[in-house]
C-alpha cells in the first residue's frame, strides 16, 4: 500500500475534540489586551502521506477543525473614545476532522 497509517491509538493522542482555552483580545488603538475563556477544536486526525509523490496532485491532509462555530463579540475596557472597543472572537460548538478551511482557520499549503 503506498498509504501507510499509525493507528493514533498507540501514540495515545487526542482525538479531535472540544477543548476551553483562554486567548488574549486585542485592537489596534487599545492599551492591553483582555483573556476571555472560548472553546476551540483541537486533537488529532487520521492523515494520509504518499510515499509516491504524483505530480500535479493534490493530497488533502483532515485537520481537526470546526464544524459549526459562532462569533461573541466583547468590548475592550480602557480604549480611547476615537476607537471602537468591540471585538469579535469565534467560539467553537462542535469539531471533526476535514480539510482546513481558510475561512475559520489558519491553514499551511506548504511546510518546511
Known sequence: SIWPLAPAAAFQLPP???INQTV?????????CH???TTICS???????????IP???VYQHVCTY????????DLPDCPPD??????YPVALSCHCGRCAM???DCTFESL
Open 83 to 88: 476607537v471602537n472597543p468591540t471585538v469579535t
Open 35 to 37: 483573556a476571555v475563556e
Open 43 to 53: 486533537g488529532h486526525c487520521i492523515t494520509k502521506d504518499p510515499v509516491i509523490k
Open 103 to 105: 475561512d475559520t482557520s
Open 16 to 18: 479531535c475534540q472540544l
Open 67 to 74: 464544524r459549526d462555530l459562532y462569533y461573541r463579540t466583547f
Open 56 to 58: 500535479f496532485s493534490n
Open 24 to 32: 488574549s483580545l486585542e485592537k489596534e488603538g487599545c492599551p492591553k
